[in-house]
């Protein structure tokens, strides 16, 4: 069972670069989400996806961007990277809304660095 | 998305029950109660959600207060592996889980 695939795993960029991340779930889930986590903190919401062809802002979507063109895959979108974006991101699914069966699956992150 | 109120910090000896609690007074009656767990270096694991009754699974239970504006997670018997960050979420309307900073649990052998 893969569940939550991302990647990469770890990766540095210089101030001004960007890059995507990538995020790819085999569950048949609707629902996807990008979080991110700064250390010691807990998980914000920077986009979420409820279904191919819809995403909408979370907590904080601030440079960032986000497609969703097939319900695997959930990719996540750095332009021009700021140090302020050094974090650990989480990609997330669920199979619906409010909680009703299973919570969501996470992936292993993607821990990223900006200097 | 109103965020839940968690201790910011409890210890429990190896073997013995932990009880968590949360606070989330506004809930509303659609709202469910979730119970995510996060290991160091780890993304956060489901462990356990309910919407008014009590629940159980292999990992823990949780007891939900009459008036839904508190509930407890209940490990039976920590073990060290139990040891990490226990966030205690709503989920509304929309289905977003907004974290909060969670409780961290120190298992003592």
């Known amino acids: 069972n893969a569940g939550v695939t991302q990647t990469p795993k770890f990766r540095i960029l210089k101030i001004g670069q960007s890059m995507t991340l990538q995020c790819t779930q085999d569950?048949?889930?609707?629902?996807m989400y990008w979080y991110r986590q700064d250390p010691g903190m807990g998980l914000k919401l920077i986009y979420y996806s409820v279904g191919a062809g819809i995403t909408d802002k979370g907590e904080v979507p601030n440079g960032y961007n986000v497609s969703r063109s097939t319900t695997e895959d959930f990719p996540l979108r750095l332009e021009l990277a700021a140090p302020s974006q050094t974090s650990v991101y989480f990609c997330?699914?669920?199979?619906?809304?409010?909680?009703?069966?299973?919570?969501?699956?996470f992936g292993s992150g993607t821990r990223l660095t900006v200097v | 998305d109103a965020k839940t109120t968690q201790p910011n910090s409890m210890e429990s000896n190896e073997e013995e029950p932990v009880h968590l609690p949360c606070n989330h007074s506004?809930?509303?009656?659609?709202?469910?109660i979730h119970w995510y767990r996060q290991l160091p270096s780890q993304g956060p694991e489901y462990v356990i959600h309910?919407?008014?009754s009590n629940v159980n699974n292999r990992m823990a239970s949780l007891a939900i207060a009459e008036d839904r504006k508190s509930s407890t997670l209940i490990l039976h018997r920590a073990t060290l592996r139990d040891a990490a960050v226990y966030y205690c979420?709503?989920?509304?309307?929309?289905?977003?889980?907004?974290f909060g900073q969670g409780t961290t649990l120190q298992v003592k052998p």
């Open positions: 309910g919407l008014t």
């Open positions: 569950m048949n889930h609707n629902y």
């Open positions: 506004t809930i509303s009656g659609t709202d469910y």
């Open positions: 997330a699914s669920s199979p619906n809304n409010r909680g009703k069966e299973a919570g969501y699956t």
């Open positions: 979420i709503r989920s509304g309307n929309t289905g977003k889980l907004i």
